[in-house]
């Protein structure tokens, strides 16, 4: 069966520190992938999605970028953080139809 | 752009009590609608995919309908484990746009 991977759970950083957030998914090949962020009591956002290795397009201008090296890693990074980064970071991915996501990442900048 | 509309923004529900939750939507070809459970600090739950004005998806006291420009999320008897925020989303092309969300309280 197909399972989806996010770490860390929890995350504190300083405001102008790196980031690299991970995804990776298990038992299927060349899915659509996502990353969203989803702000207090909000709807989620969406930030970056990938239909293929070395695909990505951009929703919103923004501090962040992603990169996909592998059929089922996705990467969510920043060169530094800004205060309103903070939020939770969700991974997604689609195949077939149906979408899944990760545990998600609690991401404080401080 | 493609748009989601859920109402209303929270619901509160005695148990036992059915109710349904909306979700409009505008899209340009839809190629499915999606409906989740999210219970506070996880990752959404997958429920349901949609894909045509007509079709019906059911998974225990939850049963989603669909129609040309709105699904509905019925449910049934709820329950207080039925609590939780119910998120929905249109896919135009790759993108999954989501809506707010409807948070469920269910009372014993």
């Known amino acids: 069966s197909q399972t989806i991977h996010q770490w860390p759970a929890t995350l504190v950083q300083p405001v102008g520190s790196p980031l690299s957030l991970e995804c990776t998914v298990e038992?299927?090949?060349?899915?659509?992938l996502y990353w969203y962020r989803q702000a207090a009591g909000r709807g989620l956002q969406l930030l970056f999605y990938?239909?293929?290795?070395?695909?990505i397009s951009s929703e919103v201008p923004q501090n962040l970028s992603a990169s996909r090296p592998q059929d089922r890693q996705f990467i969510l990074s920043s060169k530094k953080l800004l205060l309103s980064d903070s939020g939770f970071y969700l991974c997604?991915?689609?195949?077939?139809?149906?979408?899944?996501f990760g545990q998600g990442t609690r991401l404080t900048v401080v | 752009e493609d748009q989601v509309t859920q109402s209303p923004e929270a619901l509160r529900l005695q148990e036992g009590e059915s109710s349904s939750l909306n979700c409009s939507y505008t899209v340009s070809g839809l190629r499915g609608l999606f409906w989740y459970r999210q219970d506070p600090g996880k990752g959404p739950e997958f429920l349901f995919t949609?894909?045509?004005a007509g079709e019906e998806k059911e998974k225990e006291r939850l049963k989603a309908t669909l129609t040309k420009k709105e699904s509905f999320l019925h449910i049934t008897a709820p329950k207080p484990e039925d609590s939780a925020t119910y998120l929905c989303?249109?896919?135009?092309?790759?993108?999954?746009?989501f809506g707010a969300g409807t948070t469920v309280t269910v009372r014993a």
């Open positions: 949609l894909y045509s």
């Open positions: 989303a249109v896919q135009g092309d790759y993108k999954l746009s």
């Open positions: 997604a991915w689609m195949d077939s139809g149906d979408a899944f």
């Open positions: 038992g299927t090949s060349n899915p659509n």
């Open positions: 990938s239909i293929g290795i070395g695909q």
